[in-house]
């Protein structure tokens, strides 16, 4: 793998010929949080972010790139959409999706090349891993630390055309064969595709020779522009006394304030602030500690800070804790299972929502701990959490006030999954896309339609045993569905009538995803147009039995339609859709192609 995916050169100049530049492409894809294919295939996953350049410069849909899952803000605006924290959200989180990947040999990072083949524009930080102690036995807990060497807002380009984001360093004094990409995509038209990732080092450590004024007036510079957040430690755990002035303090015009508003101000920190404040004078303490100023906490922004100590030193006020988010927080050993069960077990029993998308210190015991002290939660999102041990899913079923579960691709049993719909009636919101270890979704499906009568929204994408049967029994069992994910359902087959059949009894839907079912027809658009006037989303990519009246028909009826992808339906010609986006100008028509027929 290194012959093929790193080469070095040597500088020979001066007195510094013992320097050695390498130049790798990326070992292996580690982690990720999401991706548009399936895991074990080939088209469109993560895994092919690794490796040399095999797509770029050629510019299109490509199968095989690296592709999320996600794009533009038509997931957010699902009806299934997570709602946001509302407090401390004055600098809103732009993560959406990250991508971890390894390198042959340890450098001197000196510049990093992402080759974005589609849609370019998404990356907007990059991260790279320092080990600061490693253990030789046990590498995921060695001690690391995250550097954040480059940030920028999320791009959009104006020509079509692949485009290689290239971020430079100077003067980093730290090893790494190890890069994170944080993507924000909903602002992009369509998909963003990836063909590759290149790391550039050396093997020692470079002298940059910059002009010490020259550094300081830089230095003055980013200061001024840097974000914060990425520049300050996380202590939340600073509770001694000897930190804040023990002499009586005039505190201003702050004694003058009624508490109320003195508690409001303070929701207005970031947590990191909130800590910072709480060390400056009693009053401030008294406030920033404050069991209400704890009600929700958002860790995710602060995913390569969080450690044991951070939830250990919060425990103690968080007794009125309602929604927590650890999603992407604790990789290498920075969480530890018993850390989170001992924050859980004392914060948890008021808790209502827990996000834990793409963590990976969740054990039987964390499930154990949850359904035990948790008994109030109505939303849990284990997104992505692919190491989590088959039988821990099982105690999920005691969370009786579930309204929301996302399961996208963990590998629950079907069993288990039987248990947890037949335990929590009130689920709304339900997300299996990419389970594989499902084998019947006719029986899930099933199971739905009888103990889940008030489902909202159930995500399907890539359940490849569900069939006509499965979806005829879910249309007359959950009548108040409005959204609907059937992407690559490939046994599903229009010549059953069972997606006729299913708007005629789910009159409400407004999101229905139909990706690569090859045989959806005219007359399926002609029932969609007639009885769900109310549709939004509508993808029906890869169809080859549509034609322009059919859709003509939907855009004419669902006046409330914002999207609608019509790509690489071979039957609806490239000046019908141009006439639409011109008549149809609030709906966004989607036209994807691949670089041959660019």
């Given at each position: 793998?290194?012959?093929?995916?790193?080469?070095?050169?040597?500088?020979?100049?001066?007195?510094?010929?013992?320097?050695?530049?390498?130049?790798q492409f990326a070992k292996e894809v580690v982690h990720f949080s999401s991706q548009y294919g399936n895991d074990g295939s080939t088209a469109y996953v993560a895994n092919n972010l690794a490796g040399p350049i095999t797509v770029f410069p050629n510019y299109g849909d490509v199968t095989g790139a690296c592709v999320f899952r996600t794009y533009g803000p038509w997931w957010e605006e699902s009806p299934s959409a997570p709602k946001l924290f509302t407090r401390r959200t004055t600098k809103p989180f732009l993560g959406q999706d990250f991508i971890d990947v390894s390198f042959e040999k340890a450098v001197y990072p000196t510049a990093v090349k992402i080759y974005q083949n589609y849609h370019p524009g998404a990356i907007i930080e990059i991260y790279a891993r320092e080990v600061i102690t490693k253990n030789p036995i046990n590498p995921s807990a060695s001690n690391i630390r995250w550097h954040l060497i480059w940030s920028?807002?999320?791009?959009?380009?104006?020509?079509?055309?692949?485009?290689?984001?290239?971020?430079?360093?100077?003067?980093?004094?730290?090893?790494?064969?190890?890069?994170?990409?944080?993507?924000?995509?909903?602002?992009?038209?369509?998909?963003?595709?990836?063909?590759?990732?290149?790391?550039?080092?050396?093997?020692?450590?470079?002298?940059?020779?910059?002009?010490?004024?020259?550094?300081?007036?830089?230095?003055?510079?980013?200061?001024?522009?840097?974000?914060?957040?990425?520049?300050?430690?996380?202590?939340?755990?600073?509770?001694?006394?000897?930190?804040?002035?023990?002499?009586?303090?005039?505190?201003?015009?702050?004694?003058?304030?009624?508490?109320?508003?003195?508690?409001?101000?303070?929701?207005?920190?970031?947590?990191?602030?909130?800590?910072?404040?709480?060390?400056?004078?009693?009053?401030?303490?008294?406030?920033?500690?404050?069991?209400?100023?704890?009600?929700?906490?958002?860790?995710?922004?602060?995913?390569?800070?969080?450690?044991?100590?951070?939830?250990?030193?919060?425990?103690?006020?968080?007794?009125?804790?309602?929604?927590?988010?650890?999603?992407?927080?604790?990789?290498?050993?920075?969480?530890?299972?018993?850390?989170?069960?001992?924050?859980?077990?004392?914060?948890?029993?008021?808790?209502?929502?827990?996000?834990?998308?793409?963590?990976?210190?969740?054990?039987?015991?964390?499930?154990?701990?949850?359904?035990?002290?948790?008994?109030?939660?109505?939303?849990?999102?284990?997104?992505?959490?692919?190491?989590?041990?088959?039988?821990?899913?099982?105690?999920?079923?005691?969370?009786?006030?579930?309204?929301?579960?996302?399961?996208?691709?963990?590998?629950?049993?079907?069993?288990?999954?039987?248990?947890?719909?037949?335990?929590?009636?009130?689920?709304?919101?339900?997300?299996?896309?990419?389970?594989?270890?499902?084998?019947?979704?006719?029986?899930?499906?099933?199971?739905?339609?009888?103990?889940?009568?008030?489902?909202?929204?159930?995500?399907?994408?890539?359940?490849?045993?569900?069939?006509?049967?499965?979806?005829?029994?879910?249309?007359?069992?959950?009548?108040?569905?409005?959204?609907?994910?059937?992407?690559?359902?490939?046994?599903?087959?229009?010549?059953?009538?069972?997606?006729?059949?299913?708007?005629?009894?789910?009159?409400?839907?407004?999101?229905?995803?139909?990706?690569?079912?090859?045989?959806?027809?005219?007359?399926?658009?002609?029932?969609?147009?007639?009885?769900?006037?109310?549709?939004?989303?509508?993808?029906?990519?890869?169809?080859?039995?549509?034609?322009?009246?059919?859709?003509?028909?939907?855009?004419?009826?669902?006046?409330?339609?914002?999207?609608?992808?019509?790509?690489?339906?071979?039957?609806?010609?490239?000046?019908?859709?141009?006439?639409?986006?011109?008549?149809?100008?609030?709906?966004?028509?989607?036209?994807?192609?691949?670089?041959?027929?660019?």
């Amino acid at each position: 793998m290194l012959n093929s995916c790193c080469r070095c050169k040597r500088d020979t100049s001066g007195g510094m010929s013992s320097i050695t530049t390498s130049y790798q492409f990326a070992k292996e894809v580690v982690h990720f949080s999401s991706q548009y294919g399936n895991d074990g295939s080939t088209a469109y996953v993560a895994n092919n972010l690794a490796g040399p350049i095999t797509v770029f410069p050629n510019y299109g849909d490509v199968t095989g790139a690296c592709v999320f899952r996600t794009y533009g803000p038509w997931w957010e605006e699902s009806p299934s959409a997570p709602k946001l924290f509302t407090r401390r959200t004055t600098k809103p989180f732009l993560g959406q999706d990250f991508i971890d990947v390894s390198f042959e040999k340890a450098v001197y990072p000196t510049a990093v090349k992402i080759y974005q083949n589609y849609h370019p524009g998404a990356i907007i930080e990059i991260y790279a891993r320092e080990v600061i102690t490693k253990n030789p036995i046990n590498p995921s807990a060695s001690n690391i630390r995250w550097h954040l060497i480059w940030s920028g807002p999320p791009q959009t380009f104006t020509e079509a055309k692949a485009v290689i984001h290239s971020a430079e360093f100077k003067g980093l004094s730290f090893k790494t064969d190890f890069i994170r990409l944080v993507l924000h995509h909903s602002h992009l038209d369509y998909y963003t595709e990836l063909d590759s990732i290149e790391l550039v080092g050396t093997n020692k450590q470079l002298d940059n020779g910059t002009d010490i004024d020259e550094a300081y007036i830089n230095h003055l510079q980013k200061l001024s522009l840097q974000d914060d957040v990425s520049t300050k430690e996380l202590v939340v755990d600073r509770d001694d006394d000897d930190a804040i002035p023990t002499a009586q303090t005039d505190n201003g015009y702050f004694d003058n304030l009624p508490g109320e508003l003195v508690q409001l101000i303070f929701t207005y920190l970031e947590i990191i602030d909130l800590s910072t404040a709480a060390a400056t004078c009693k009053l401030f303490k008294q406030y920033c500690y404050d069991a209400l100023q704890f009600t929700e906490l958002d860790f995710q922004p602060y995913w390569y800070q969080v450690r044991d100590r951070n939830l250990d030193g919060l425990s103690n006020r968080c007794s009125q804790l309602q929604k927590l988010s650890l999603s992407w927080c604790g990789d290498w050993g920075m969480i530890s299972t018993q850390a989170f069960s001992r924050f859980t077990s004392k914060c948890g029993t008021r808790l209502q929502c827990l996000r834990l998308s793409s963590c990976r210190f969740l054990t039987v015991e964390s499930f154990q701990t949850i359904a035990q002290k948790c008994t109030q939660l109505q939303e849990l999102d284990l997104s992505s959490c692919r190491f989590i041990p088959t039988v821990a899913f099982e105690h999920i079923s005691q969370l009786k006030e579930l309204t929301s579960l996302n399961l996208y691709r963990t590998t629950i049993s079907e069993p288990a999954t039987v248990d947890i719909i037949r335990a929590c009636s009130k689920l709304e919101h339900l997300n299996l896309g990419n389970v594989k270890t499902i084998q019947s979704y006719d029986n899930i499906v099933r199971e739905l339609a009888t103990h889940c009568r008030n489902l909202k929204s159930v995500n399907l994408w890539r359940a490849k045993t569900l069939t006509h049967v499965g979806l005829g029994v879910l249309s007359h069992g959950c009548l108040h569905l409005v959204e609907l994910d059937l992407g690559w359902c490939s046994e599903l087959n229009s010549s059953t009538t069972c997606f006729v059949s299913l708007v005629q009894s789910c009159r409400k839907l407004k999101k229905l995803i139909l990706t690569a079912i090859r045989s959806v027809s005219d007359n399926d658009l002609y029932a969609f147009a007639s009885c769900c006037p109310d549709m939004e989303q509508i993808d029906i990519l890869g169809t080859m039995q549509v034609g322009p009246q059919s859709v003509g028909r939907v855009l004419e009826c669902c006046k409330n339609l914002r999207f609608f992808d019509l790509s690489f339906c071979n039957r609806v010609p490239n000046e019908m859709i141009l006439t639409w986006r011109e008549a149809y100008p609030q709906v966004s028509i989607k036209r994807s192609f691949t670089q041959a027929s660019f």
